[in-house]
């Protein structure tokens, strides 16, 4: 059987996705050295908001800011900085899965290939083109763009 066009999920499946090591590298900028517990305090927030986004019930930006509001509060910086240094953080960390560039080197040429995620557009498009794998990619289709998050 013949596949005209093969779709991935970007984090864990393509991409390494360490939110852990991408959050003690953003909050070194802030002379914080965030510590395991600081990430179960950061989780407790962060994944019942990214289920009311995938519920509809928050925006992306609702989301991207509301993570970060008590941290926000504490370095007296907003919100939306601190989201944008994770996201920064996050691509400066990013590489590809053991395995993941030979998969795509296989199916090039066999059919298109597309990611299909819920990760934010800044943080997408960033690791793409640092990794080096933007050209591997026949469609980008991310949550944030089109209005609609992929359910898990």
């Known amino acids: 059987m013949k596949w005209d066009w093969i779709f991935f999920d970007a984090d864990e499946t393509l991409f390494t996705f360490d939110s852990f090591t991408g959050l003690q590298r953003m909050f070194l900028d802030y002379s914080v050295t965030f510590t395991a517990e600081d990430f179960q305090d950061y989780q407790a927030v962060n994944k019942p908001l990214w289920v009311d986004y995938q519920n509809g019930a928050i925006t992306s930006l609702q989301l991207q800011h509301g993570r970060f509001e008590s941290w926000a509060e504490r370095l007296k910086v907003e919100a939306g900085l601190l989201n944008d240094a994770f996201i920064n953080a996050m691509a400066e960390i990013c590489t590809p899965l053991p395995g993941a560039v030979s998969l795509l080197n296989a199916i090039r040429g066999n059919a298109k290939i597309g990611i299909i995620t819920n990760g934010f557009s800044a943080l997408?498009?960033?690791?793409?083109?640092?990794?080096?794998?933007?050209?591997?990619?026949?469609?980008?289709?991310?949550?944030?763009?089109?209005?609609?998050?992929?359910?898990?």
């Open 124 to 152: 997408q498009q960033v690791r793409l083109e640092r990794t080096g794998l933007r050209d591997y990619f026949d469609l980008l289709v991310i949550s944030e763009e089109v209005g609609v998050a992929q359910t898990e």
